[in-house]
């Protein structure tokens, strides 16, 4: 079987995020396969819808040891919402997340209705148990000038996860980065 690889975009973003189009290219030259979606309402996302979401469009395409999930924003912390809630025992091969985080910064936040819209994101409790019962290899990457993720999130993926962290330099939200090597570098 060939190894998998699902990209899951972020808040307000689609399946064309800015690295993402160099990934994919890079991956299918590697003989990967590659599926990137374009996540429900995006500019109003809601956890049960993006959760479902997954759920409805992997089942299609299924899991295995081989397959490797890699997220951005609240992308990530999607991905680590859709494991916590996976057939128990079923294995993957690795996450990678960019700019993840568990809170954001005020910087975020536009205004008051994007913090209740993430409200549930940033307070409903994750199973983290559970999600190391399907995947126990993590890579968190980060940048240290990043508006809306403080590096202390870092730290958390650290915790929770046991996520090995790059923090990369002056690389804001990755909006504007068009290659981030090191994903390649962790799915071999």
């Keep these: 079987m060939k190894k998998k690889v699902y990209l899951i975009h972020g808040w307000g973003g689609s399946s064309r995020e800015e690295w993402f189009d160099w990934l994919k290219k890079e991956l299918l030259n590697k003989g990967f396969e590659v599926k990137a979606f374009d996540m429900p309402n995006t500019e109003n996302p809601k956890i049960e819808d993006w959760v479902g979401f997954l759920e409805e469009k992997i089942s299609l395409g299924g899991i295995d040891e081989k397959t490797y999930f890699v997220g951005k924003s609240i992308g990530c912390q999607t991905i680590i919402r859709f494991l916590e809630k ?89 909006d504007e980065v068009e290659e981030i090597p090191d994903i390649l570098n962790f799915i071999k």
Excluded at 103 to 124: C, P
Aim: aromatic share 12%; glycine share 4%; proline share 1%.
């Design 86 to 174: 996976l057939h128990k025992h079923k294995k993957i091969a690795g996450c990678v997340f960019v700019a993840g985080w568990f809170n954001l910064t005020e910087e975020a936040y536009e205004n008051e209705l994007d913090k209740k819209l993430m409200h549930s994101w940033t307070t409903s409790e994750i199973n983290f148990e559970r999600v190391l019962d399907h995947c126990n290899n993590f890579l968190a990457i980060f940048s240290d000038n990043d508006p809306f993720v403080h590096l202390d999130e870092a730290e958390k993926f650290k915790e929770k996860l046991g996520a090995k962290r790059i923090i990369k330099h002056s690389k804001g939200h990755f």
